[in-house]
């Protein structure tokens, strides 16, 4: 397997961009929060929200103690807002299960809610410095290209871990590094559709441009048009009682004007199995549940 490792660490040394959860002092829940608030959503949104998530919720127990319609209010436009529910459980979890401090033990991070491998290792890499393989979509196209000669990456898959485990250096703080490094590579240098190989760091050994950069195609799958989509239709639901005073509103105020009045009804009936709504006595409201 080629040295990927040396040439990357050099690369991100003087070209990794300056975030938040990057600093030194950020702290296990800065970084969990931040993991959460990334999964499909852009940096530049996430940055000011997540520092106004930590301002008002320092710790997991401060979250905790708030109800859960304040961490759906407060997700504001980030999108997919399960995720604040998630988050809300998994600082309730950590309040509980471990004295409100984020573990470090990838099993035990895997048993909060909404956490999967790759936010587990994350953490436990980023927060706690320890050795494990991370894996994001841009780790798994600079993979496919670099060491598999292909356009796109195949959908995720045990292999991506193995194949990210066998380019780690043994130092821990190094190993991190070509975490951080292969991620910030294929966000910035080695994108989906406008890769720049001429910036590439590891260009010289990558097995794509070797092939002269075939199209292997692309077996990813794809994301609906949220235009128009159920999920436009929730989220203007959503905005509505996130913006009403009380969070709550009849239910046939919200969203009156949507042009499809059956996705309406068929996004609400999503959103009140998900838990991000509840209905009673002809009102919507944001969920309330348990506030310690």
């Not at 127990?61 to 807002?81: H, I, K, M």
């Not at 294929?186 to 760091?201: E, I, N």
């Not at 199209?215 to 994301?223: E, H, I, L, P, V």
Request: charged letters at 25%; glycine letters at 6%; hydrophobic letters at 45%.
């Amino acid at each position: 397997m080629p040295d990927l490792a040396t040439p990357l660490i050099a690369w991100y040394r003087g070209a990794a961009r300056d975030l938040p959860w990057r600093r030194p002092v950020f702290g296990a829940w800065g970084i969990l929060v931040s993991e959460f608030m990334l999964q499909q959503t852009p940096v530049a949104r996430v940055i000011p929200l997540l520092e106004a998530w930590l301002d008002r919720w320092p710790t997991p127990a401060a979250l905790a103690a708030d109800p859960p319609a304040e961490a759906v209010r407060q997700w504001a436009n980030l999108g997919y807002p399960r995720r604040a529910l998630w988050l809300h459980r998994a600082a309730a979890e950590i309040r509980d299960r471990h004295d409100g401090v984020v573990p470090r033990d990838v099993e035990a991070l895997l048993a909060l809610t909404g956490i999967g491998d790759y936010t587990a290792r994350a953490v436990a890499v980023f927060a706690y410095g320890d050795r494990h393989p991370v894996v994001d979509t841009n780790t798994r196209r600079v993979l496919a290209r670099a060491l598999e000669g292909r356009s796109q990456p195949a959908p995720p898959s045990k292999r991506d871990l193995a194949a990210m485990a066998g380019l780690l250096p043994a130092d821990d703080v190094d190993a991190a590094i070509v975490n951080a490094a292969a991620m910030e590579l294929g966000a910035l240098v080695c994108t989906a559709r406008t890769p720049r190989c001429d910036a590439c760091p590891i260009a010289h050994i990558c097995a794509w441009r070797a092939a002269g950069y075939p199209d292997t195609g692309d077996a990813r799958r794809k994301q609906a048009r949220y235009e128009g989509s159920d999920r436009q239709a929730r989220g203007a639901i959503l905005r509505a009682l996130r913006e009403s005073a009380a969070h709550e509103l009849r239910q046939d105020a919200v969203a009156s004007d949507w042009p499809d009045a059956a996705q309406r009804d068929r996004a609400l009936f999503t959103l009140i199995a998900d838990g991000l709504v509840e209905a009673s006595d002809g009102f919507l409201r944001l969920p309330r549940g348990a506030s310690a």
